[in-house]
């Protein structure tokens, strides 16, 4: 059974490794530590830093023996009232994420839903669902939001849900909706 530090962030919880004694750290890479650095959390980018249960985010110590010890709307914050970026079903549920974890998202998401696909991304997609990015080029002086569908299309209750995510004035928004409304 392998312990994790368990955090919480605006979108989801996110986890780390967490090993308190020597024996925990056998098979991590991480067997140079010695037990006077302990605890540590593995960051699972080949780094690790000294826990210690002040951490910013810090929610609990959980126990587990899968590789993703929790589930996937805990990561990603199913239907939050804050939604901003993530993944949106073709019933219109969101799953929360930050500007950088749509891909990661994906796997979890894809695995879940889609399981055995080889491409995460596609498969949502293939399946109808959304794709809300943060727009920023690094030019503007805010950055918004972008919706983006692989197939072309939304379904009414996507329309409906980002009509109260307040994204009907998007420019794809507004050609999405265009383009599909005689289909409902």
């Known amino acids: 059974m392998k312990k994790f530090a ?3 962030s605006e979108t989801g919880f996110y986890y780390y490794r967490y090993c308190d004694t020597v024996e925990s ?3 991590t890479g991480f067997e140079y530590i010695g037990e006077d650095r302990l605890p540590v959390v593995l960051d699972g980018k080949g780094g690790y830093y000294h826990f210690t249960e002040e951490d910013f985010g ?3 110590i959980i126990e587990s023996d899968k590789e993703v010890p929790l589930p996937v709307e805990k990561l990603y914050f199913k239907n939050d009232e804050n ?13 929360s994420c930050d500007y950088t974890s749509h891909a990661k998202a994906a796997v979890l998401l894809a695995d879940k839903f889609f399981p055995g696909n080889k491409y995460p991304e596609r498969a949502l997609g293939k399946a109808g669902w959304l794709k809300i990015i943060d727009s920023w080029d690094g030019t503007e002086r805010q950055h918004g939001q972008f919706v983006y569908s692989l197939s072309g299309k939304i379904t009414k209750r996507q329309a ?3 009509f109260d995510l ?3 004035d ?14 409902w």
């Open 25 to 27: 750290l056998k098979g």
């Open 6 to 8: 368990i955090y919480r």
């Open 83 to 95: 939604f901003k970026l993530g993944w949106m079903t073709p019933d219109g549920d969101t799953y």
């Open 166 to 168: 307040g994204l009907y």
């Open 160 to 162: 409906d849900k980002l």
């Open 170 to 183: 998007n420019e794809e928004v507004r050609r999405l909706l265009r383009d599909c409304q005689n289909d």
């Open 58 to 60: 810090f929610v609990e």
